[in-house]
């Protein structure tokens, strides 16, 4: 029959359902009684020493939160407003704990919500278990309501493991196989549960027979080594160079004590890839902070004029940014042979532990008798926070964005944990805040996807109640999602021992990291259909939803505000209303770019008269002529 509308949709699923109970087997309608394959489920995952799960309900997973509810807050269920929310979450929690974290969906529309969260996760090579129900097998292949081909679906997102159950023997080893190649590869697994299997009687022990699995639980990470004659090559390669740069990624977090003793021995200076930012404080004199578009000058320098370059657990993108082939010989240290040598043309390449094979390096390693490099990166790292305080104390129409995260810096509670989205609030979270040891900080890195400072931020809560958790995002992100998720935090905050989650929202009317994307790259004026975004009272609705709310539009109220937000005695939005013309400048301008923008100039831009202003205050001893 031909369907004509949600009604008779509606209608035509109320009579199959009412055929549906001679389908179903007699004991998985004994509620609360033998446990199912639902229950089960939860109990593997506790095993597996994972307590939380962030999702959305659905009658696909039914039976999954039926077992959730009888698990009482074991494994617990944080309920999100949107799907994508929830793997942005198991993404944040695994990427603050490094455990696995864990996200819920149901079958169809909540299955496909969940992707670009989950591909930030693969991206970023977080370990991510996705878990989304599926059309009840009898219906399966006939075009069902709600039916997708969610293996061929997530067949991508989650290549190295998506598997779907269809008897509940396969319970205990699709979750364990699920976890352990999310832990073991740093990547997205998932598993599709058809609605009526969750509801089967549990077999936690299959049959003694042929064609059955015997899984177990447990996964210990190796320390990957490289053999002793690569790292004296390394050593070798290190201690010819005069001139040491080193780049550090997410893969050295937790192996700051190493890349500091090599870099003293070496030395060196140390740039840090957007996800490395917390791998070392910027404290550190020969620390140049973040390279890249959004890097700083001495990052630039470090890389133009080094001799040598140690890599360290990164896959940062841009080789423009790195030395110029040829002029630098390199050695990288990863623990996944694939991404070695894709950026720079290595000489060395170790497969290994960061942590590991900087301390079987150490002993092979020359101290270097001559400073000289090292004290001009120290020099230039000196000057650069100079020129950072005095590009952030130049006035702007009302608030120069980079301000707000200069003052924040000076106030960052011990062991805040920092989430950005992406836009320009990136530029200034990646240049402007000096993380000191002891604070997590992270983004999107690698996906660079609008919509996870909020979300990032709530994981970071539910993993550590007691630290202050920092969101930093812009208008157009919370108007993606960021809005609706601060009713996630209204529900959940008294939760947390300390109440504190701050979301600064630079408040700019404007998607201003593409609309200088398009002055700078293209040459295009600003596209004002595409870049303005509608007013909103972001503080105010904060209010309105049992939040503090605070809005900044002058200067010199900043330091208060900020304050004020982090005395608050609940979650705070602050709302600051940002210059647009304030330029997220890249560490140099090359000629090219120099010249597009003149053309976004001369071909009628919206804002000229202000992007003027503000880029030539913001360009003083920038421009570098030919490159
Ligand atoms: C999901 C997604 N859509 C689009 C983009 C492209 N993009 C990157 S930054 C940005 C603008 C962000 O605007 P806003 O959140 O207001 O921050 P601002 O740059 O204005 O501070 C856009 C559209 C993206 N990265 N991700
Ligand atoms: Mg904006």
Not at 227 to 249: F, P, S
Not at 465 to 478: N, Q, S
Not at 516 to 527: I, K, S, T
Request: include cysteine; charge should be negative.
């Amino acid at each position: 029959m031909v369907r004509e509308g949600w009604q008779e949709q509606e209608a035509d699923t109320l009579v199959d359902t009412a055929l549906l109970p001679s389908l179903w087997p007699l004991e998985t309608k004994e509620f609360g009684m033998a446990e199912n394959t639902a229950d089960f489920l939860l109990a593997r995952l506790r095993e597996w020493d994972i307590h939380r799960l962030y999702g959305y309900p659905g009658d696909g997973i039914n039976a999954i939160l039926g077992a959730l509810n009888r698990a009482g807050s074991d494994p617990e269920l944080i309920q999100v407003r949107h799907e994508e929310m929830a793997a942005f979450m198991a993404c944040a929690h695994a990427k603050f704990t490094g455990e696995v974290g864990v996200c819920l969906a149901t079958s169809g529309p909540g299955a496909i919500h969940l992707l670009n969260g989950l591909y930030d996760a693969k991206l970023d090579h977080q370990p991510v278990v996705a878990i989304v129900g599926q059309t009840a097998r009898p219906a399966l292949g006939g075009s069902y309501q709600q039916e997708v081909d969610l293996t061929t679906l997530f067949k991508d997102v989650a290549h190295e493991y998506v598997e779907m159950a269809s008897s509940p023997e396969q319970m205990r080893h699709l979750v364990d196989r699920a976890v352990r190649i999310a832990k073991d590869q740093r990547t997205v697994t998932c598993l599709i549960i058809p609605n009526d299997v969750a509801e089967l009687a549990a077999v936690e022990t299959p049959p003694r027979a042929h064609g059955t699995i015997h899984s177990s639980l447990g996964y210990s990470p190796p320390t990957i080594l490289p053999t002793q004659d690569d790292l004296r090559r390394a050593a070798e390669t290190l201690n010819a160079g005069e001139k040491i740069a080193m780049l550090v990624g997410a893969g050295a977090l937790g192996a700051g004590d190493e890349v500091v003793e090599v870099a003293e021995l070496l030395g060196a200076g140390v740039a840090k890839a957007l996800l490395g930012k917390a791998v070392l404080p910027d404290d550190l004199p020969f620390v140049t902070g973040s390279i890249g578009l959004l890097g700083t000058k001495p990052s630039w320098d470090l890389m133009m004029d080094c001799d040598t370059l140690l890599m360290v657990g990164s896959s940062f993108p841009y080789s423009e940014f790195l030395p110029e082939e040829g002029k630098a010989r390199g050695v990288q240290i990863d623990i996944d042979g694939r991404m070695l040598g894709i950026r720079y043309p290595m000489e060395v390449q170790l497969v290994g532990d960061s942590k590991a094979t900087l301390r079987a390096l150490i002993p092979l390693l020359q101290r270097k008798g001559d400073r000289s490099w090292r004290e001009r990166i120290e020099k230039n790292t000196a000057k650069w926070w100079e020129l950072m305080e005095q590009r952030a104390l130049e006035s702007a129409d009302p608030i120069n964005p980079q301000r707000l995260f200069f003052e924040l810096s000076k106030r960052l509670p011990d062991n805040a944990i920092l989430s950005s989205d992406s836009g320009s609030s990136a530029n200034w979270f990646a240049r402007d805040v000096k993380v000191r040891a002891g604070m997590k900080a992270s983004l999107s890195g690698n996906l660079a996807t609008m919509g996870p400072g909020v979300p990032y931020a709530i994981a970071a809560k539910f993993a550590y109640p007691d630290r202050v958790a920092i969101a930093l995002v812009g208008d157009g992100a919370m108007q993606m999602n960021g809005l609706a998720e601060l009713i996630t935090i209204g529900k959940y905050w008294q939760r947390w021992s300390d109440p504190r989650l701050i979301v600064l929202v630079l408040h700019n009317d404007d998607l201003n990291q593409v609309t200088w994307e398009q002055r700078a790259m293209e040459g295009d004026p600003r596209y004002d259909a595409s870049q303005d975004i509608p007013d909103f009272p972001y503080a105010r609705y904060a209010e309105l939803i049992g939040l503090k709310g605070i809005r900044v539009d002058n200067p010199e109220e900043i330091g208060t505000a900020w304050d004020d937000a982090l005395a608050a005695d609940r979650p705070c939005v602050l709302e600051a209303i940002t210059d647009p013309a304030v330029p997220p400048l890249p560490p140099h301008i090359t000629f090219e770019q120099a010249t597009h923008f003149a053309q976004s100039v001369l071909r009628g831009d919206s804002d000229r008269r202000a992007m003027i202003t503000q880029s030539l205050k913001q360009m003083v001893g920038e421009f570098i002529p030919g490159r």
